[in-house]
């Protein structure tokens, strides 16, 4: 049974910084893309953040470019999200996604196994 566990999420101040962490287990994820959506109060989900399993290529969102870094530990089966200088607009609840696949998609459709969410909240 595939599973998705994400940790990591809180209350910080804006300028503040986080870092998610998304356990996988249950099958091998080597020929997958990781990456992290979120979804604020009243908005769609959206694509932040993936990294390869296997290659360690990153891709990013224009929102999350200079302030967030994703990464994979492969020995943990994990992928972070490294969230620096925090903004109110970064509030949501954070998910991680497997896709099989070789490039990073920024929708959800192409994603296989999601996780329950983290829920970021930052403060003005």
């Known amino acids: 049974q595939v599973q998705l566990v994400e940790s990591g999420g809180g209350l910080v101040q804006a300028g503040g910084s986080l870092r998610l962490s998304c356990a996988a287990s249950?099958?091998?994820?080597?020929?997958?893309?990781m990456s992290w959506f979120r979804q604020a109060p009243g908005k769609e989900r959206e694509f932040v953040s993936a990294?390869?399993?296997?290659?360690?290529?990153?891709w990013y969102a224009d929102s999350a470019k200079g302030r967030f870094a994703i990464s994979r530990d492969n020995a943990k089966n994990t992928v972070y999200l490294q969230m620096n200088g925090l903004k109110p607009e970064d509030t949501a609840v954070y998910y991680c996604?497997?896709?099989?696949?070789?490039?990073?998609?920024?929708?959800?459709?192409?994603?296989?196994?999601w996780g329950q969410g983290t829920q970021v909240t930052v403060s003005s």
């Open positions: 996604a497997a896709a099989r696949a070789n490039l990073a998609h920024t929708s959800e459709i192409w994603y296989d196994y």
């Open positions: 249950g099958r091998t994820f080597s020929n997958y893309i």
């Open positions: 990294v390869s399993w296997s290659a360690g290529t990153t």
